[in-house]
């Protein structure tokens, strides 16, 4: 059965360093999301990308976060100067149109110290 | 503005047991649609079911089933004889109005199923 990847699993990183979150979607959708999950809290929405291109963020995605699809495969978020707030678990999603369900990488925990 | 609102944190049960967990919507649209995903321990997000406004029918998948009620706003999900493997965080989401098909979720419902 097909499902989303995501790597690496947990990422330990310093405040004010670089990350970027990897996610190979489903090899046939076309909907790509990431979202956040804060420990014991619920999850929230990031950003959507389709058609190359960001279709909807959320007022957390600001200039610190950027989204790519480098090579038509993976999907990557990155956090430009991650901050102590930016420690949570990050959900890659993708859905075969906007409508049907979205499946759910296994996550990545980025703690920031 | 849409929302959804599971008032229930957590819930205890001892296995056998049934247990519904409530999740009501908000929504000023005519079509939209309701999931439920299971998160459990291990912390990945599992999808369970997906439903379209304009079908209100009852859903049953073994010994789950879901339960739409659209003059109530509701879209509640039963365990019948729960099991321990059933502990989890359980998450109702609307999809937004927009075109991107965003999720909203609820705060979701912890379920402790002791044996």
């Known amino acids: 059965e097909p499902e989303v990847t995501q790597t690496p699993s947990h990422q330990v990183t310093q405040m004010g360093q670089e990350v970027i979150l990897r996610c190979v979607p489903i090899?046939?959708?076309?909907?790509f999301y990431w979202y956040r999950q804060i420990l014991g809290q619920k999850v929230e929405f990031l950003v959507s990308?389709?058609?190359?291109?960001?279709?909807?963020k959320s007022e957390i995605f600001d200039d610190q976060f950027s989204v790519e699809r480098p090579d038509g495969s993976n999907f990557t978020l990155k956090i430009r100067s991650t901050k102590l707030e930016d420690s949570a678990m990050y959900f890659c999603?993708?859905?075969?149109?906007?409508?049907?369900?979205?499946?759910f990488g296994p996550g990545t925990r980025l703690t920031v110290l | 503005a849409q929302k959804v609102t599971q008032a229930q944190t957590e819930i205890s049960v001892v296995e056998k047991e049934d247990v519904t967990l409530d999740c009501v919507y908000e929504?000023?649209?005519?079509?939209?649609?309701l999931f439920w995903y299971k998160q459990p321990p291990s912390g990945e997000l599992v999808f369970l079911i997906r439903?379209?406004?304009?079908?209100?029918q009852n859903e049953i998948s073994g010994r789950y089933s879901w339960n739409f009620q659209k003059s109530t706003s509701s879209f509640n999900f039963t365990i019948t004889a729960s099991q321990v493997v059933d502990s989890a965080v359980y998450f109702c989401?609307?999809?937004?109005?927009?075109?991107?098909?965003?999720?909203?979720f609820g705060q979701g419902t912890t379920l402790q199923v002791k044996p």
């Open positions: 999603a993708t859905g075969a149109s906007g409508d049907n369900e979205q499946f």
């Open positions: 090899s046939n959708h076309l909907y």
């Open positions: 990308f389709y058609n190359n291109e960001i279709s909807e």
């Open positions: 929504t000023r649209d005519t079509t939209y649609y």
């Open positions: 439903r379209n406004s304009f079908d209100e």
């Open positions: 989401a609307l999809r937004d109005s927009s075109n991107t098909g965003k999720l909203i």
